[in-house]
Each structure stands twice: as structure tokens, then as C-alpha cells.
């Protein structure tokens, strides 16, 4: 992939670019390597001039809170773009609708609506991830769902196309959308209710104790690392792992989490392979055991 006019522009485009940009610590597994280029747009206009100067010449990640992606330890031989502050605006429309930019996290969205006694999204505040990779997830928790509050999405497609799509155009499933790879998410729209906001409050209190007593907290670790086979049974992949894997089960560095079993963890300096095997002997085993096949919750950038 050739960079080398890229290169001569970086000064010249509306945000932060770098080279063979160490990735390690821009996801929660706090795993990985190294990208080929890294941009991080200052403005829709800087995005824009980006993609129209990069023009496809090779792979394109969109990189959110990385809170759910695991790396790889080699180079990534293409672009990471990682939207800026700019992208990370939260307003009212009305009353009870709120518009969010992609970058912004679902908590701090949470916490909007609740200043502003807009019930509805208090399940983001559970979720540690942006508003965008909420969006590509359908992300949710506590019987809730990114496609029960979503208006409609702002978005730029890979030549830098721009355009709004309403959700009623989204085919959403579980802990997925249908919609093309190549979009980037912008900003989006939700509408809630209108509720008191202490009201609103102890909810999501309540949701947050109910999350630090299942989940872990504080370490190197990605989320839920795959979905519930909500189709194939009614226990929780949490459940079947504990039925076919032993608990200490490990390869280096990466284990699973005691506390809640479909967390894995990087205990100290797991790589990616590591991490991998570890996923595969899970996926293996729970389908020997069960003869249920695991689906990733995670996304794995190769």
C-alpha cells in the first residue's frame, strides 16, 4: 500500500495523522500492534478530504471506545480512523429527542437524558461503548435495545458520501444491523419519554448494581466476548461455558473472568494469539459438550 502521498498531505488535512501508530492501548484488551495509518478527524469536512485522498487503497477500521475489539499483534495494513471531539456532541432536538454524535460515549448520552428527564436510555449507561459502535452492535442490556430508542442515523459512506438514513431502513438483529461495512456513522437521533430525572435516576442505579454484582470491572477486558444463542436455548453462553470449560483454563496471559464466564481477560500482557486460542478451545468446547456453535460478540480486526 503506497502512503507515500498521504504522507506529503498530513499537514494539510483538518485532524491528527500518524504512522505505524501503536494500538495497544486504544482498546480495552489492551492488546495489539501496530497500524499502517491512524487518523483521527478534527471535522466532517477533515473526514471527508480523508477518505477521498486515501480512495480505497486498502483496509478501512472505524475505531470507537474499543471496548469490545481484540487486535491483532501485527501491523494492520490499512487505515484506523477514530472520530474527534467534534464528533462527540450531545443536544436536544425536543423535549423528549436527543441528538448525539457518534463519538460520544453511551454513558455520557445516559446521563444527557437524564438532566434532561428523558427516560428510555438508561441502559446505555451499562454499556461502555461510543454511540457509533452502539449503532453498528445494536447494542443493549437489561431487555433494551439501540433499535427501541433510534430515529435515525447520520452517516458517510467510504468516497465521502454523506446522508441521513431513518432506522425504519434498518433491518436490526441481535447484537447486529444490516447494513453495509463501509459506512461511517456521524451522528443519531433517539427518542425517549418524558420522566423525572431522579426517577430516571434510581433506575439506572439499580441497573449499575445489578451490573457490578454479575459482571467484572477494572481489568483488561472486552465485554460479553460472544452472543446468546437465544435461538438455539434458553441458557446464557455464560452457562454453557461453565458447563464445558474448566474454569482455569488459560493460554499465556488470557483467562476467563471468575466473576462472569463469557468475559475473558488479559490477566497481564496476553497477546492476540493468546487471546485467540483461547476463544477457539471455548468455542470448541461448549459445541463438543452442548453442539451449539458460539457466535462472536467481539469484533476481531485482522
Known sequence: MEIKDIKKSALSLDGDIFFDQNIKNLNWFNIGGKAKIFFRPHSLKGLIEYLKLYDLRGKIFILGNGSNVLFDDETYKGTIIKLGKSFSNISLLNKDTIIAGTAAT?????????????????????????????????????????????????????????????????????????????????????????????????????????????????????????????????????????????????????????????????????????MKSLINFVKKKVKDKTGIKLELEIVVVE
Open 106 to 274: 453511551q454513558k455520557k448520552v445516559s446521563e444527557f437524558a437524564k438532566e434532561n428527564n428523558i427516560s428510555g436510555l438508561e441502559f446505555m449507561s451499562c454499556i461502555p461503548g461510543s454511540i457509533g459502535g452502539g449503532i453498528r452492535m445494536n447494542s443493549g442490556c437489561f431487555k433494551k435495545e439501540f433499535k427501541d430508542i433510534l430515529i435515525s442515523i447520520q452517516l458517510i459512506d467510504y468516497k465521502g458520501l454523506v446522508r441521513s438514513l431513518p432506522a425504519s431502513k434498518i433491518n436490526f438483529n441481535y447484537r447486529s444491523i444490516e447494513l453495509p461495512k463501509n459506512l461511517i456513522f456521524l451522528s443519531a437521533t433517539f427518542k425517549g419519554k418524558e420522566k423525572n430525572s431522579s426517577v430516571i435516576n434510581n433506575y439506572m442505579n439499580e441497573l449499575k448494581d445489578k451490573k457490578e454484582l454479575t459482571q467484572p470491572t477494572k481489568i483488561k477486558t472486552s465485554g460479553s466476548t460472544f452472543k446468546n444463542p437465544i435461538k438455539q436455548t434458553d441458557k446464557k453462553v455464560w452457562e454453557l461455558i461453565r458447563l464445558s470449560v474448566p474454569e482455569e483454563t488459560s493460554f499465556g496471559d488470557a483467562i476467563i473472568s471468575k466473576k462472569h464466564a463469557n468475559f475473558f481477560v488479559n490477566k497481564k500482557n496476553a497477546k492476540s494469539a493468546d
